[in-house]
């Protein structure tokens, strides 16, 4: 299905239950960065694209869309930013690997899709809706870079939005300049607004935070309580590459940090992650966190979920991550969910 542009945020909370499927029930999946890359491009692509998502594909199969973060451009054009110290281009074949896998909605908010400018940034696009992907957060300039992904999926219409609140901000789309949405309070807050009035469900995403980190900054926290209050249901951040906490605010929960997907990088610091997967039924809505191990030591390039202790393990350092935002995890036969 093909969306109408436009912008995005949603809301969940913590329980757990047996999930299942409803004729009705509408799933959504979201999973951390997905960048396949710089140094390890070699390798990838002798491997083949497709490859990295071996092991995780057929989590994608009953979802109605399936979101991630593109962490860097897809062109064989434009010019290079030396500003900044990573810089990444991936090949245009990765567009028909992340459709292969699954992905039909891709974020572009985030502070690698300028790395190669204007140029790499329009080709990028082109290779996404030639693959049936679409996309959020940047665009040919400011208007069309806040411009929401809208569907209609059995009788609901669900609005996605995406923004950036990292650096470069020479990245940042203008009036007449190509770039990503920046993330600034009263855009975002008339953004969704604006969605709220056309959607069911407003789900937003946000390219924030400290890398490496699993702390939640204090701008962090304002802006998805903003985003929230202005309409969004659901908040998912991306950005740190590691997890952070889960907060449950108002009506409306947030996802600060998924950590990394498929990430060509051998960091021992990015180990484990998790996707979301949000079932909306009527006036039951739930949200299941599957946790996945990301290290490259252990699984390569290719993510794998985790179950058993392995996969309560993950669960459990979620819950510390929490804590602070007095938000509990619970579990039962190894099924992890959020119902809101």
Request: hydrophobic content about 40%; aromatic content about 10%; glycine content about 8%.
């Amino acid at each position: 299905m093909k969306p109408i542009y436009t912008r995005l945020l949603i809301t969940v909370a913590l329980i757990c239950f047996p999930l299942q499927l409803h004729a009705e029930e509408i799933v959504i999946t979201a999973v951390g960065d997905i960048m396949l890359a710089g140094r390890w491009a070699p390798f990838l692509k002798k491997n083949g694209y497709n490859s990295p998502f071996t092991a995780v594909r057929k989590e994608f199969a009953t979802s109605d869309i399936n979101l991630a973060n593109l962490e860097s451009p897809i062109a064989t054009g434009g010019q290079e930013y030396s500003e900044k110290k990573f810089r990444f281009r991936a090949e245009p074949q990765v567009a028909k690997a992340i459709r292969t896998a699954g992905f039909n909605l891709v974020t572009l908010a985030n502070n690698h899709s300028m790395d190669f400018g204007a140029e790499a940034l329009t080709e990028t696009m082109r290779h996404l809706k030639d693959n049936g992907i679409a996309w959020v957060g940047a665009g040919e300039n400011l208007s069309e870079a806040r411009k929401m992904a809208l569907y209609t999926i059995k009788g609901k219409r669900i609005a996605f939005l995406g923004y950036s609140l990292t650096q470069p901000i020479e990245f940042f789309a203008g009036q007449n300049r190509p770039g990503t949405a920046p993330g600034y309070e009263k855009l975002v807050t008339a953004d969704i607004t604006s969605a709220r009035s056309q959607a069911d469900y407003v789900i937003v995403s946000f390219h924030w935070g400290k890398e490496a980190s699993g702390t939640v900054q204090a701008y962090q926290q304002t802006a998805a309580h903003k985003a929230i209050e202005a309409g969004a249901d659901v908040i998912i951040g991306h950005h740190p590459h590691v997890l952070q906490g889960i907060e449950q605010y108002k009506k409306g929960i947030i996802f600060y940090s998924l950590g990394n997907f498929a990430f060509a990088s051998k960091s021992t610091t990015a180990d484990v992650s998790a996707m979301i997967r949000l079932r909306l039924n009527g006036n039951h809505h739930e949200a299941e966190i599957v946790p996945l191990d990301v290290l490259h030591r252990r699984v390569g390039f290719q993510p794998h979920v985790l179950t058993g202790e392995r996969g309560a393990a993950v669960i459990e350092k979620l819950n510390d991550l929490s804590e602070t935002f007095q938000t509990e995890i619970q579990g039962k036969d190894g099924r992890y969910a959020i119902t809101f």
